[in-house]
């Protein structure tokens, strides 16, 4: 199928990237990706994507104040997946895909009792009041349902943590970009549409979008039911300190899966009602 190679509508940036994509061969697209950058600001992962080294780049990177750089045309392949990754069985899961990455620095770090961000190895304090507050809570990944893992299953991993918040802007405006995927390739399913975590493989070696990423609000504004959305989703959130105590609970009386936490989650600060 012959795909639009840019959209062209108001808040979408063309700014293409010179290295880090190839043609799709004769793979059809049917799948879109959500990342989180870990990073600062669109510019600096457009940057990042433009360097040959960084064997890395997404269609899209979707800003914190809801602007949109849009980076490979979407009859290219982006290198936003790795190669061990199962898109719903397949394994052309770049090929198969766009990839939408989000302006944000996900699971921050605590470091000498202040929570941070890393770049290039270098501890940089978070900035609550530039980026938001950060909100306590956790994700696990596997096969589960949140009461499969309140009754003691074992997830694939479990992450937990301060989180940096989404913006409102950059929300509505992925909203709007894979509304217009949709309208603009019609191969892209409904139960496809999912996060970098659910597809990367082995389960755990990726945590994007994050449990903040609302992906219940997302599919309502999409239209689409709930269990068609998370049919091939691989990850359960919990928000707050009273959801992630709950889950850790049950853990503790699981030794298996109080194991899977060991060496995932970043050092904590003593826990907040945030």
């Not at 940057?47 to 949109?68: E, L, M, Q, Y």
Request: charged share 20%; aromatic share 10%.
């Amino acid at each position: 199928m012959a795909y639009p190679q840019w959209i062209e509508v108001d808040g979408i940036t063309k700014k293409p990237i010179e290295c880090n994509f190839e043609d799709r061969g004769d793979q059809e697209v049917d799948a879109v990706v959500l990342h989180y950058t870990a990073g600062a600001s669109a510019l600096s992962s457009w940057k990042w994507f433009n360097t040959p080294k960084s064997s890395a780049s997404a269609h899209f990177i979707v800003d914190r104040d809801g602007s949109i750089l849009q980076c490979v045309p979407l009859d290219m392949k982006a290198y936003h997946v790795g190669r061990d990754a199962n898109l719903a069985g397949s394994k052309s899961a770049n090929s198969k895909s766009i990839g939408i990455e989000i302006s944000n620095f996900g699971l921050l770090v605590t470091y000498k009792k202040q929570l941070c961000t890393i770049d290039d190895k270098e501890f940089i304090p978070y900035d609550s009041a530039k980026y938001g507050e950060p909100v306590y809570g956790a994700i696990a990944l596997g096969d589960p349902t949140p009461q499969h893992i309140l009754d003691g299953e074992q997830p694939a991993a479990f992450f937990e943590g301060y989180w940096e918040p989404y913006k409102p802007a950059q929300i509505l405006s992925v909203h709007k970009l894979v509304r217009l995927l949709r309208e603009g390739i019609e191969e892209i399913a409904s139960s496809k549409i999912l996060g970098h975590s659910d597809i990367a493989l082995p389960l755990g070696r990726k945590q994007d979008p994050g449990p903040l990423w609302d992906w219940f609000g997302m599919f309502a504004l999409l239209g689409i039911p709930y269990d068609v959305g998370l049919k091939n989703h691989k990850s359960v959130s919990f928000i707050g300190c009273e959801a992630v105590t709950n889950v850790r609970s049950a853990m503790l009386n699981s030794p298996d899966l109080l194991a899977l936490t060991e060496n995932k989650t970043s050092e904590l600060p003593p826990k907040s009602d945030t």
